[in-house]
């Protein structure tokens, strides 16, 4: 539940970070806003659709829950830096017809690889946690905790980190937290397999 709070955490913390360099790719607050919250919940529903029945299979759900928190983090150090290559590609398209649409199906390309990989955590923890006998209490325990880190991220983030380290170190955090909670993970299935 810890990790799958933090991973809520990390959540919004990127979103509250990446809209910063959407705004200076749209221009405009709106739209920099509509373009992160529709590829996020975009990417959100896709994750959990395409892990949805691995999550039934898998031997070894928690596993993969660390596996995708490792691949946002790794993709959370790089992100900043693809978001400074946008610019020069969408400048040569500014006399594309529906230059707007170009610019949200751009960006749309970078943040739906995070945002598809955060929908997949969902599965994967509920599969890890979640038992038959409880599963209505086990369910609402996961989303409350990461309810609760999505909250603590955006005002981690937005009042506290940004103002402190700036964008591109707030994102580093929020990376490493990923990698962190990965590490975590790792560390608690092996020694609880050695236990056994």
């Known amino acids: 539940m810890l990790a799958f709070g933090l991973s809520g955490m990390t959540a919004l913390m990127y979103e509250v970070v990446w809209t910063r360099p959407l705004q200076l790719i749209f ?6 806003v509509s373009a992160m919250l529709t590829t996020l919940l975009f990417g959100f529903a896709l994750g ?4 949805r029945n691995l999550a039934d299979r898998a031997e070894r759900p928690a596993m993969i829950f660390a596996a995708l928190e490792l691949g ?4 959370g ?12 590609i969408y400048l040569g398209l500014l006399e594309v017809p529906g230059f707007q649409f170009v610019q949200f199906i751009l960006s749309f390309g970078v943040l739906i690889i995070p945002a598809t ?6 599965p994967m923890v509920n599969a ?11 369910t609402g325990m996961l989303y409350s905790w990461n309810s609760a880190g999505a909250a603590c991220g955006s005002i981690a983030a937005g009042f506290i980190l940004i103002p ?9 955090i929020a990376a490493f937290l990923n990698v962190l909670i990965a590490l975590l993970v790792f560390v608690f299935i092996r020694r609880r397999n050695e236990n056994r």
């Not at 890890?128 to 086990?138: C, V, W």
């Not at 402190?164 to 580093?172: E, N, P």
């Open 27 to 32: 221009g405009s607050t709106i739209y920099a």
């Open 48 to 51: 959990a659709y395409i892990f």
């Open 72 to 75: 946002i983090g790794l993709y």
């Open 77 to 88: 150090f790089i992100i900043l830096s693809l978001f400074e290559i946008l610019p020069s």
């Open 117 to 122: 990989l955060f929908g997949g955590t969902w």
């Open 128 to 138: 890890a946690y979640s038992s038959l006998e409880k599963l209505g209490k086990d």
């Open 164 to 172: 402190v380290f700036g964008i591109a170190k707030t994102s580093i």
